[in-house]
């Protein structure tokens, strides 16, 4: 996923991109983190790929005024990923010493 921030205007009500994603499972569960607190988005390209699932490419969209919002709710779910992909059990010892 990459996580991006675009500037062209100052209309609250446009759409911005604030991720591109090539793997469709990525794009609706960013989408869905975004929908539960509350912010309302899109995946721009979702269903021109629907017949190429290997090619698929989306970004994920919210308005303007929600930009800000949404990066940093992206930002901290991607380093929550990470960190408990991170967290590794060593199966060969049994805890102590």
Do not use: C, W, Y
Request: no cysteine; proline share 1%.
């Amino acid at each position: 996923m990459t996580i991006s921030k675009s500037s062209s205007t100052n209309d609250p009500e446009e759409f911005v991109t604030v991720g591109d994603f090539i793997e469709q499972v990525d794009a609706q569960m960013a989408k869905g983190v975004l929908e539960s607190a509350g912010i309302e988005s899109f995946l721009l390209g979702e269903n021109t790929n629907s017949l190429l699932g290997a090619a698929f490419f989306a970004q994920l969209q919210v308005h303007r005024k929600d930009e800000e919002a949404a990066l940093q709710i992206l930002g901290s779910s991607d380093s929550e990923l990470e960190t408990d992909e991170d967290v590794k059990v060593d199966e060969g010892t049994d805890g102590e010493g």
